[in-house]
């Protein structure tokens, strides 16, 4: 069987820790080079990785023959024109969330990809794990009566004033670094589209990007509340309430690799706590994420997340800082 080479763009903290770490010793694919903008750091981490190639710009590994396929974690703001060039190039391109700051740059992409004949996806990890497999399974099966609500809730504590997340002009704050995933794993969950919306951000007076935001969305069949903050103690949860039972997603977002992740069904017995645990097998959802994108391209099937699905995410993103700013509902039909 083919095996599918990927080469990685930019030597970014996710890659090196998390991505590239997950896609290692695999049957149907292998990391076979990373570029950085410079030679020294593209050596110090294709060594220290174990990676074969390395290459001093982003072109260079793009023009290799030899990779078919390319994740690209650059900064938010690089995401839609390096991934541009790879399609251009032929090739297959997994793009890392939030793959664009605009929903018609989308538009370019899917005109781009059908064009080119690729695989071109959205990183959004989440997809691919297990337990979002089976919470919306569970959604589904009814086990939970009738669903009217659901919750989120996504924060970290981060003031570096070099951290990309903290530069507007790399599409940093809040909306687009999490915000970006309660709004993709309740889409992902409901199976549905959200109609219209409101928002409330606060903003960073020094850096300038959003630093806590809560948002109202209205699902045909439920409405979702949820709350996001760069500047909290880092928690985030996700809660999917029936008229007989609520679902909670414990760890929603950054799902150990070591340990099995769990669901918790509540049955309703607030004093005795009846919490029914659904223990999903260990699994590490960047491997998983990346076996099922090597796979569409090997089988030529749907990848995890579609960039149809991107274009939807990106106006609802889109309409949460209008709807701030604006101080109104925003439809999204
Ligand atoms: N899916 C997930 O779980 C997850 C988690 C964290 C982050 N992310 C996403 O991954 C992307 C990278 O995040 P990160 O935290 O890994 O960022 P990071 O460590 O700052 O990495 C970004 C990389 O982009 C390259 N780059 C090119 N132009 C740059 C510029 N003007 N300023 C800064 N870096 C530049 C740099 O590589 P070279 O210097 O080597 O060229 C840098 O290492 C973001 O889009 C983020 O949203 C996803």
Redesign the pocket.
């Known amino acids: 069987m083919q095996k599918i080479r990927w080469g990685v763009?930019?030597?970014?903290?996710?890659?090196?820790?998390?991505?590239i770490p997950a896609m290692q010793g695999k049957k149907e694919y292998e990391v076979i080079g990373?570029?950085?903008?410079?030679l020294e750091?593209?050596k110090a981490?294709a060594d220290s990785l174990g990676i074969p190639k390395h290459y001093g710009s982003?072109e260079e590994l793009i023009n290799d023959p030899e990779i078919d396929a390319i994740y690209n974690?650059?900064?938010?703001?690089?995401?839609i024109s390096y991934t541009l060039k790879c399609i251009e190039a032929g090739k297959h391109v997994l793009c890392?969330?939030?793959l664009a700051l605009e929903a018609e740059d989308v538009q370019l992409l899917i005109r781009a990809r059908d064009k080119a004949g690729v695989k071109v996806g959205e990183?959004?990890?989440v997809a691919s794990n297990p337990q979002w497999k089976k919470a919306r399974e569970i959604i589904a099966s009814g086990e939970l009566g009738t669903l009217r609500a659901v919750q989120g809730f996504f924060s970290y504590y981060n003031r570096q004033k070099d951290?990309?997340?903290n530069?507007p002009?790399?599409?940093g704050g809040g909306v687009?670094?999490i915000g970006c995933y309660p709004v993709f794993t309740s889409r992902f969950a409901l199976g549905e589209e959200p109609q219209r919306l409101a928002a409330l951000l606060d903003f960073d007076p020094e850096f300038g990007t959003d630093r806590v935001g809560s948002v109202i969305l209205q699902y045909p069949s439920v409405q979702m509340t949820f709350s996001i903050s760069t500047q909290l103690v880092p928690y985030q949860r996700m809660m999917f309430y029936g008229e007989k039972k609520a679902l909670e997603v414990r760890i929603p977002?950054?799902a150990p690799i070591d340990q099995p992740n769990e669901l918790h069904i509540h049955h309703g017995d607030i004093v005795g706590h009846h919490v029914e645990v659904v223990k999903l097998p260990v699994s590490d959802?960047?491997t998983e994420q990346a076996e099922e994108f090597s796979r569409a391209i090997l089988q030529d099937t749907e990848v995890p997340v579609s960039l149809e699905s991107t274009y939807q995410n990106t106006r609802i993103l889109e309409a949460i800082f209008q709807a701030a700013k604006e101080e109104r509902w925003i439809n999204l039909g």
């Open positions: 763009l930019g030597a970014a903290k996710i890659a090196r820790e998390k991505v990373i570029a950085s903008r410079s750091k593209a981490a982003y974690p650059l900064p938010n703001d690089l995401h890392e969330k939030p990183a959004f990890m951290n990309i997340r530069i002009e790399n599409g687009w670094d977002f950054n959802q960047y």
